[in-house]
């Protein structure tokens, strides 16, 4: 079983910066790729940053040039560098791992605020 934990999240001002973490029980490398999620209450799950094994990353439009996904292999660690944040950006943030059989593995989620 794959676990994973997500930390960092919070409350910030509009305009400031989190830096989400996820750790992975096992190699980062057996996945496919590593990805951040979030959702708000009534509304569906949403891909926001990607990161393939290859080291292709993708973003949803509404963070780019915001947001950034990175990863420390060592650590199996995978981040998501959040800068200027904004009260549409609250949510609870996800971290996914997706494997080559397609099976995907979800973390607890964090909550990040962003207060205007």
């Known amino acids: 079983q794959v676990q994973l934990v997500e930390s960092g999240g919070g409350l910030v001002q509009a305009g400031g910066s989190l830096r989400l973490s996820c750790t992975a029980s096992?190699?980062?490398?057996?996945?496919?790729?590593m990805s951040w999620y979030r959702q708000v209450p009534g509304k569906q799950r949403e891909s926001v940053a990607s990161l393939t094994t290859g080291g292709r990353s993708d973003y949803a439009d509404s963070v780019k040039g915001r947001f950034t996904i990175s990863r420390d292999n060592a650590k199996n660690t995978v981040y998501l560098q959040m800068n200027s944040l904004k009260p549409g950006d609250s949510a609870v943030y996800y971290c996914?791992?997706?494997?080559?059989?397609?099976?995907?593995?979800w973390g607890q989620g964090t909550q990040v605020t962003v207060s205007s």
């Open positions: 096992r190699n980062i490398f057996s996945f496919n790729a």
């Open positions: 996914n791992a997706h494997n080559n059989l397609g099976a995907d593995y």
